[in-house]
C-alpha cells in the first residue's frame, strides 16, 4: 500500500513512524512533513490546506490510504473531495468536522443529547453577550466559536476581563471570523484529560487515555500553547472514568452526530473536565492530538493501519487494539518566545546521541533541513517521547534525553507528568 499523510508537525511524524512499520505498507509520502519525517517517508511539498495539489497528488501516485493530521483540511472539506474520487481517506468529512470547527454547534449537539459539558450560551450580539455575563458573575470563560489554533478560549476572573475578551474577539476581531460568535460558559474545575477513540460511524474503538500540558511555563503558568508535553496513560482516567467517557460522551455523540445527518468517522478527540470522577466536554476535536498521539502511538502495539482502513470500511467493532504496560512521556522542547512571535533557523544539536538511546524517540514539529544541519522552524521544534515501566522512569528517561538536545534560546516544562504522581 502507498500511503500519504497530510500536515507536518509532532502528531503527523508519530503518525508516520507508526504508519511506516505496517508490513501493509511499501511507501509513505507526507504533505508537506519536516526534517524528522524526512527520514521516515518522501516528502511532498504541497500544504496541508491546498486540497486541490492534495488530490491531485494522490490520483498522480495511486495513494491507497490517506491520513489527515491537523484538522483545517478537514474542516475544508478534504475527505469529501477525495471520496468524490474514489479515494480511501481517513478523517471526519466536512458535516462531521463542523463539531470541531464550530464551538456553538458543539454545545447545542451536546445540550441536544444530554451529553455532560459546562452551561452555556451563545451570542452574535456584543450587547446581550455583556448583560449576559453582568448577570451570571465571574469566573467564566469566553470561547470564539470558529477556528483558533488553539487559542480562542479566554478564562476570565473578573467580569471586567470577560468584557475585554468580548471585545477582542467582536470589535477588535482577533480572531478573525472566528470570535463573529462567541460562547459563553461556565468555569469548570477538576483536572483535564485527552482521551481519543476511532470510530467507523457507529463501533468505538478507545485510544489509551492521556493528559496535554496546556500552559508555557511549569505549574500550569502563563498563556496557553498548542501543548508543551503529555503523557500516557492517565491515572485520572479511572476504569469506571474511561466506561462514564464511553457512555455518556462517546455513544451518545457518536449516534447523535448520525441522527443530526452527519454520519462520523475518523478520530473523535474529547478534551475533558474530571471532577469528583465525572467527566465533562470542555471540547470536541476531530484529529488525533498535538502532543498526545506521540505518547500514544509509542504504546500501541501492533499495527495501526488495519484499524485505519476498518474506520473506512465500517468494520472496527471487530477491531482490538492492544497496549504496551508501560507509560509514556512526550516534553515538548519550544523555541524562545513560543507561544508569542518566536526564533527560526537555530542548529539543534545532540540528535544524533539521543538516537541511539532505548526506548526514546525524537519526533519532529517545526524543524526543517539547511546545508545538511537540522534547524528550528516553527514554535514547536520537538517532542522527545520516552517509555518507562511506569510514570515517574519514563519521565526520568525523557528528560534525560531531553537533557542532551539543545539549542539557542530552547525551553521547555521541567513538570511533564508530575499531575500523575498524586494517584501513585
Ligand atoms: P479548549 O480549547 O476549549 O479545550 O480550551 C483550552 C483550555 O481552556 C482547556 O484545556 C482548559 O484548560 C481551559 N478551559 C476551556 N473551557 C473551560 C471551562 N469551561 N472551564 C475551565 N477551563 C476551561
Ligand atoms: N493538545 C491539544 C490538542 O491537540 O488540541
New binding site residues.
Given amino acids: 500500500m502507498k500511503v500519504l499523510v497530510v500536515g507536518g508537525g509532532g502528531r503527523e511524524h508519530a503518525l508516520v513512524w507508526k504508519i511506516v512499520q505496517s508490513p501493509r505498507v511499501s511507501k509513505v509520502f507526507c504533505a508537506p512533513g519536516n526534517a524528522g519525517i524526512a527520514q521516515q517517508a518522501a516528502l511532498v511539498s504541497i500544504n496541508a490546506n491546498d486540497l486541490k495539489g492534495l488530490l491531485d497528488f494522490a490520483l498522480k501516485e495511486r495513494i491507497d490510504l490517506t491520513v489527515v493530521g491537523p484538522e483545517e483540511p478537514l474542516t475544508r472539506g478534504i475527505v469529501d473531495l477525495f471520496e468524490s474520487r474514489g479515494l480511501a481517506i481517513f478523517g471526519a468529512n466536512q458535516k462531521a468536522a463542523e463539531l470541531e470547527g464550530s464551538k456553538a454547534f458543539a454545545k447545542r449537539v451536546m445540550k441536544t443529547y444530554h451529553i455532560p459539558t459546562?452551561s452555556f450560551e451563545v451570542f452574535e450580539d456584543r450587547k446581550q453577550a455583556i448583560e449576559y455575563v453582568r448577570e451570571q458573575g465571574t469566573p467564566l470563560?469566553v470561547?470564539a466559536d470558529g477556528l483558533a489554533a488553539?487559542k480562542g478560549?479566554i478564562?476570565c476572573k473578573t467580569v471586567d476581563d470577560a468584557i475585554e475578551a468580548i471585545d477582542q474577539m467582536m470589535v477588535k476581531k482577533i480572531f478573525g471570523e472566528a470570535g463573529h460568535r462567541v460562547v459563553i460558559?461556565?468555569?469548570?474545575v477538576g483536572e483535564?484529560a485527552s482521551y481519543i477513540a476511532l470510530t467507523d460511524g457507529k463501533a468505538i474503538l478507545p485510544l489509551a487515555s492521556s493528559q496535554d500540558h496546556?500552559p508555557v511555563y511549569d505549574g500550569d503558568e502563563g498563556p496557553?500553547t498548542g501543548g508543551m508535553g503529555a503523557y500516557s496513560p492517565a491515572p485520572v482516567v479511572t476504569g469506571e472514568v474511561n466506561q462514564r467517557i464511553v457512555e455518556k460522551i462517546l455513544r451518545p455523540v457518536i449516534q447523535g452526530m448520525a441522527e443530526e445527518g452527519r454520519p462520523y468517522k475518523g478520530v473523535i478527540y474529547a478534551?475533558l473536565?474530571i471532577h469528583n470522577g465525572q467527566p465533562k466536554v470542555?471540547?470536541f476535536n476531530v484529529r488525533f492530538g498535538d502532543p498526545e498521539t506521540q505518547p500514544v502511538l509509542m504504546r500501541m502495539k501492533g499495527d495501526i493501519v488495519p484499524f485505519l482502513l476498518a474506520c473506512i470500511e465500517g468494520t472496527l467493532s471487530q477491531c482490538r487494539i492492544e497496549w504496551d504496560d508501560r507509560a509514556s512521556v512526550c516534553v515538548v522542547m519550544a523555541s524562545k518566545g513560543y507561544p508569542g512571535n518566536y526564533e527560526k533557523g537555530k542548529i539543534i544539536k545532540g540528535l544524533d546521541e539521543v538516537s541511539r538511546l532505548e526506548d526514546i524517540f525524537v519526533f519532529h514539529a517545526g524543524t526543517a533541513l539547511m546545508d545538511g544541519q537540522t534547524v528550528t522552524s516553527g514554535g514547536r521544534v520537538l517532542g522527545v517521547t520516552g517509555l518507562g515501566e511506569n510514570i515517574p522512569k519514563a519521565i526520568e528517561r525523557t528528560y534525560q534525553a531531553v537533557q542532551k538536545i539543545s539549542w539557542e534560546g530552547v525551553h521547555y516544562r521541567k513538570d511533564i507528568g508530575k499531575k500523575a504522581l498524586c494517584w501513585l
Wanted: a negative charge; aromatic letters at 6%; zero cysteines.
Fill in positions: 459546562a470563560v470561547k488553539g478560549v478564562l460558559e461556565e468555569y469548570l483535564e496546556k496557553n478534551g473536565m470542555l471540547e
